[in-house]
């Protein structure tokens, strides 16, 4: 059967059509369809996703007469109401509405003030969305249509895709310290309208069963991989207290260094713009359901533990911090800031040194994730009832079976205790 509009949303309508295509320039839409996805199983857990494709046929796109097409990429909240509340989609999507909508709205407008010669915008655009807590949508323009294209989640990242989400992520964080240096009180009005909802105490009950059965497959990778050593010893040391507390630590304090995070900084949420013979030239961020307020270095532990191997960190660790870095700097300088007072590179080191283990905590949820086959992945409409489950119970997690596997887990806090950040 062909999807209809309302299958989206029902706030998702005609009307909301129109209005993307006339804020890309053109009159009205004319026709729409829907595309093949192309999302695999397990992508969003959160969300359904759509692709639309939108045509103006009012409208010339250039000299050769096509008309005016536009392809969405759009997340609706799940129809499942089991699924939604199992899952709590609506804090999800309300956190990622705001972020578009007033945090990164007022970012553009902050930047466009001030004419920087490269202005950020590797994020993706959003076209238009809606909360009611029940028919949420966000419409994103599709990247795939610029030739914009994921990298495999289950082989970890090369040093080219690495270093271009480094650079990524502080050209990002840099507009936080800039607008929080040149207007503290439009930046302070941004961060009150987003919030933490993945770590927060309201939460725990939510969350922390789950949270106790990866940090019993952490260990279990440890024991085998690096079992009777000094890992072993600090890993036990590192979870014995309430760990899900720890990362609500983690998340919330801040100081003069924090920033707007992206949040779920992890594969899946990057896509790269390749060269003729495969070599990344650029990067663009999606999706901000976890977008939160604090330390830089929780977007960029959380990164470097879930996205890369233990080889390339310790062949290349620090030129991923210096590439972070300098682009966060050149950001800053291009916004009007001075980089060596705002944010100097003892300061990022020292941030790492307080937050980067916390890279080790949602490392040892994404990459057991990671490695699991399409056919371990849960289906989450088989939620049957109308009311939350335990999480613990759709999300099924087992101990990692290939040494492989335990090896890329347990490497993690390896590459941790060799930093000092364990200590």
Same mark, same amino acid.
């Given at each position: 059967?062909?999807?209809?509009?309302?299958?989206?949303?029902?706030?998702?309508?005609?009307?909301?059509?129109?209005?993307?295509?006339?804020?890309?320039?053109?009159?009205?839409?004319?026709?729409?369809?829907?595309?093949?996805?192309?999302?695999?199983?397990?992508?969003?857990?959160?969300?359904?996703?759509?692709?639309?494709?939108?045509?103006?046929?009012?409208?010339?796109?250039?000299?050769? /007469?096509?008309?005016?097409?536009?392809?969405?990429?759009?997340?609706?909240?799940?129809?499942?109401?089991?699924?939604?509340?199992?899952?709590?989609?609506?804090?999800?999507?309300?956190?990622?509405?705001?972020?578009?909508?007033?945090?990164?709205?007022?970012?553009?407008?902050?930047?466009?003030?001030?004419?920087?010669?490269?202005?950020?915008?590797?994020?993706?655009?959003?076209?238009?969305?809606?909360?009611? /807590?029940?028919?949420?949508?966000?419409?994103?323009?599709?990247?795939?249509?610029?030739?914009?294209?994921?990298?495999?989640?289950?082989?970890?990242?090369?040093?080219? =895709?690495?270093?271009?989400?480094?650079?990524?992520?502080?050209?990002?964080?840099?507009?936080?310290?800039?607008?929080?240096?040149?207007?503290?009180?439009?930046?302070?009005?941004?961060?009150?309208?987003?919030?933490?909802?993945?770590?927060?105490?309201?939460?725990?009950?939510?969350?922390?069963?789950?949270?106790?059965?990866?940090?019993?497959?952490?260990?279990?990778?440890?024991?085998?991989?690096?079992?009777?050593?000094?890992?072993?010893?600090?890993?036990?040391?590192?979870?014995?207290?309430?760990?899900?507390?720890?990362?609500?630590?983690?998340?919330?304090?801040? *100081?003069?260094?924090?920033?707007?995070?992206?949040?779920?900084?992890?594969?899946?949420?990057?896509?790269?713009?390749?060269?003729? *013979?495969?070599?990344?030239?650029?990067? &663009?961020?999606?999706?901000?359901?976890?977008?939160?307020?604090?330390?830089?270095?929780?977007?960029?532990?959380?990164?470097?533990?879930?996205?890369?191997?233990?080889?390339?960190?310790?062949?290349?660790?620090?030129?991923?911090? &210096?590439?972070?870095?300098?682009?966060?700097? =050149?950001?800053?300088?291009?916004?009007?800031?001075?980089?060596?007072?705002?944010?100097?590179?003892?300061?990022?080191?020292?941030?790492?040194?307080?937050?980067?283990?916390?890279?080790?905590?949602?490392?040892?949820?994404?990459?057991?994730?990671?490695?699991?086959?399409?056919?371990?992945?849960?289906?989450?409409?088989?939620?049957?009832?109308?009311?939350?489950?335990?999480?613990?119970?759709?999300?099924?997690?087992?101990?990692?079976?290939?040494? =492989?596997?335990?090896?890329?887990?347990?490497?993690?806090?390896?590459?941790?205790?060799?930093?000092?950040?364990?200590?």
């Amino acid at each position: 059967m062909t999807p209809k509009l309302e299958d989206v949303s029902p706030l998702f309508t005609e009307v909301v059509l129109d209005d993307i295509i006339r804020a890309k320039g053109g009159n009205k839409c004319t026709s729409w369809q829907f595309d093949d996805g192309g999302f695999g199983k397990g992508d969003s857990y959160l969300s359904e996703v759509f692709r639309i494709s939108l045509e103006d046929n009012t409208c010339c796109k250039d000299e050769s /007469g096509s008309p005016l097409k536009v392809k969405l990429v759009v997340k609706s909240i799940p129809k499942n109401v089991g699924r939604r509340k199992t899952f709590r989609s609506d804090n999800f999507f309300q956190n990622e509405i705001n972020f578009y909508n007033i945090v990164m709205k007022e970012f553009y407008a902050f930047q466009q003030a001030r004419c920087p010669k490269a202005p950020f915008d590797e994020s993706s655009l959003c076209l238009a969305a809606s909360a009611d /807590g029940v028919n949420d949508f966000i419409a994103l323009e599709d990247l795939n249509q610029f030739g914009y294209a994921s990298a495999s989640r289950q082989n970890g990242v090369g040093l080219p =895709e690495c270093l271009l989400c480094m650079q990524t992520l502080g050209r990002f964080h840099a507009l936080s310290l800039a607008m929080k240096d040149q207007d503290p009180d439009k930046f302070h009005f941004l961060v009150k309208n987003i919030k933490d909802t993945y770590y927060a105490s309201e939460f725990k009950g939510w969350y922390n069963n789950f949270i106790n059965i990866q940090i019993g497959i952490a260990k279990d990778a440890v024991k085998q991989e690096y079992g009777g050593t000094e890992i072993e010893e600090k890993v036990e040391k590192f979870f014995n207290c309430d760990f899900y507390d720890k990362m609500v630590y983690f998340t919330h304090t801040r *100081n003069q260094n924090s920033v707007i995070n992206h949040g779920d900084c992890w594969m899946p949420n990057f896509l790269f713009l390749c060269d003729a *013979n495969g070599v990344p030239q650029r990067a &663009k961020m999606l999706d901000y359901q976890l977008a939160r307020y604090s330390s830089p270095a929780l977007d960029i532990s959380f990164f470097i533990y879930s996205c890369t191997s233990q080889a390339l960190r310790e062949a290349h660790y620090e030129d991923m911090l &210096k590439s972070y870095h300098e682009s966060l700097s =050149e950001m800053l300088r291009d916004l009007g800031s001075d980089p060596e007072q705002l944010f100097p590179y003892f300061e990022l080191q020292k941030e790492m040194r307080e937050f980067g283990r916390f890279g080790c905590g949602m490392g040892m949820e994404s990459v057991p994730f990671s490695l699991l086959d399409e056919n371990e992945v849960a289906d989450l409409d088989q939620i049957q009832k109308d009311e939350a489950v335990p999480i613990e119970g759709v999300w099924k997690l087992q101990k990692i079976k290939t040494q =492989e596997g335990r090896r890329r887990l347990a490497d993690i806090f390896k590459h941790a205790i060799s930093c000092g950040y364990l200590d």
